[in-house]
């Protein structure tokens, strides 16, 4: 049979280690895999209303990430340290800290998803499990994004439905399919 488009997605992930994993309570969890890349934004002039936007897109904005870029968007989710439950997303700032500190550098070893969820876990080397859910049962939103080298994106979203588009398809227009069955 041949491999999807998600296998083949993730199977290049595997034995590479995580890293720079960040955590905001408004942009959700976020990680790198494999080698850095920086990239340089702006000065760009806005018309906006509002004077911290801005002042923000005034000044020049220098981000560095992985060639691979997984972002937990808009999801549940939990974080196990060998077999213990450490933190959630709804854990204090401090306990989530200290526990992407000991994922971090942990190397990607294996992805389940269930294809009627979407919901995935996560299992790295020296024992550390990410899994991700959506909000609620009726929920679509999206879950997990994977930004890729190639420029496509690559999205599970909470109602067994994936895309793998262009990263600047137009948001809301993204052609969905049904997660692959389970052989």
Not at 37 to 43: C, E, F, K, L, N
Not at 149 to 166: A, K
Request: net charge positive; proline share 4%; hydrophobic share 35%.
């Amino acid at each position: 049979m041949a491999m999807n488009v998600i296998d083949k997605s993730l199977k290049q992930l595997y034995g590479k280690p995580c890293w720079g994993m960040d955590y905001d309570r408004t942009v959700n969890l976020s990680f790198s895999f494999g080698a850095p890349v920086m990239t340089i934004r702006g000065p760009i002039q806005s018309n906006s209303k509002f004077r911290k936007v801005r002042e923000s897109l005034a000044r020049r904005l220098v981000t560095v990430k992985g060639k691979w870029w997984l972002w937990v968007f808009i999801a549940k989710w939990k974080i196990s340290l060998e077999g213990k439950r450490a933190v959630t997303n709804l854990s204090s700032y401090q306990k989530i800290q200290r526990a992407i500190a000991i994922l971090d550098g942990q190397i990607l070893i294996n992805v389940e998803i269930n294809p009627k969820t979407g919901k995935t876990r996560v299992e790295f080397d020296l024992g550390g499990v990410l899994e991700v859910r959506r909000w609620d049962r009726k929920s679509d939103d999206e879950l997990w994004m994977l930004y890729q080298p190639n420029g496509h994106v690559l999205t599970i979203r909470g109602d067994g439905q994936y895309s793998h588009q262009p990263g600047d398809t137009d948001y809301g227009s993204e052609k969905t399919f049904p997660l692959p069955q389970k052989q």
